[in-house]
């Protein structure tokens, strides 16, 4: 049982993390078409 309490938290973990990222770039995206407008 203590086994699949494990896995469960370590797939949370993983969504969170992942959640994290895809926001890192999105964000960094779109930061970079802002900057790329600035210059034209």
């Not at 969170?16 to 900057?35: D, E, H, S, T, Y």
Request: proline content about 0%.
């Amino acid at each position: 049982m203590e086994f699949f309490a494990t896995v469960i938290l370590t797939l949370i973990k993983m969504v969170i993390v992942g959640a994290g990222a895809f926001a890192g770039i999105m964000a960094g995206k779109n930061l970079r078409k802002r900057k790329n407008k600035k210059e034209i």
